[in-house]
């Protein structure tokens, strides 16, 4: 059969070496890649397998595409997101929680969770735990005081992160995602709210972030 995928380098210039520079590996946003384009930076990093390569934001043929490859890499449908080699390392630093305002909320969070998972921490996550319920988070107050980094993952009034904030020592990572009805603008009314918390202690990623949030958290827990 003819390999009809286009050469690598008409569309991408993978950075197989910046876990050695600043100790994280390089992720491949899946998101505007063709199935062909993403299946061709799966067949070169097939050959690092000392790499951690996460694929986010994956749609199904995406998947399809990275899985025909590398057919053992751990998919998570929910999370949008492919990991390979599929174990993660072993732990090493702190905990990571990741709350999750609503279940609707869940997709991000669990973008963030696998994040700093893959890149070396040990991670829990609390769903549905939004202010409508504020017992809800109380229920969890252990163990979020347990963690180094928070993230909070919260769409319609963003209000949570400043909640957890002011409950625990750690930093929190605020996520706006884009849920509510329409004055929440698609995440912009949480992502104001986030970014006039009065708790200190809170940073913002943007609207749907659950990577860069997951990366953050991962990267302050770190060893020391």
């Not at 970014?195 to 609207?207: E, S």
Request: aromatic share 4%; hydrophobic share 50%.
């Amino acid at each position: 059969m003819t390999d009809t995928r286009p050469d690598l380098a008409s569309y991408a210039d993978l950075d197989l070496d910046r876990a050695q520079r600043r100790g994280y590996p390089e992720a491949v946003f899946c998101a505007g890649k063709t199935p062909e384009q993403v299946a061709g930076i799966a067949t070169v990093v097939k050959d690092r397998p000392d790499v951690v390569t996460l694929f986010t934001r994956a749609a199904e043929s995406h998947a399809a595409a990275v899985r025909n490859v590398l057919p053992d890499a751990r998919h998570d449908p929910v999370a949008g997101l492919l990991a390979w080699p599929p174990d993660p390392p072993e732990p090493t630093g702190g905990r990571v929680v990741v709350v999750a305002a609503g279940t609707s909320d869940l997709p991000v969070a669990q973008e963030a969770a696998l994040s700093a998972q893959y890149l070396g921490r040990r991670t829990e996550l609390i769903v549905d735990v939004g202010v409508a319920g504020l017992h809800r988070i109380l229920k969890h107050v252990d163990l979020l005081r347990s963690a180094r980094a928070v993230v909070v993952v919260a769409g319609m009034d963003g209000a949570l992160p400043g909640v957890v904030a002011g409950l625990i020592p750690a930093p929190v990572v605020a996520v706006p995602t884009s849920i509510g009805y329409g004055a929440a603008f698609e995440g912009l009314a949480a992502l104001l709210t986030m970014l006039n918390a009065c708790a200190p202690g809170v940073a913002v990623v943007n609207i749907d972030n659950g990577y860069g949030a997951g990366h953050l958290a991962a990267q302050i827990a770190a060893p020391a």
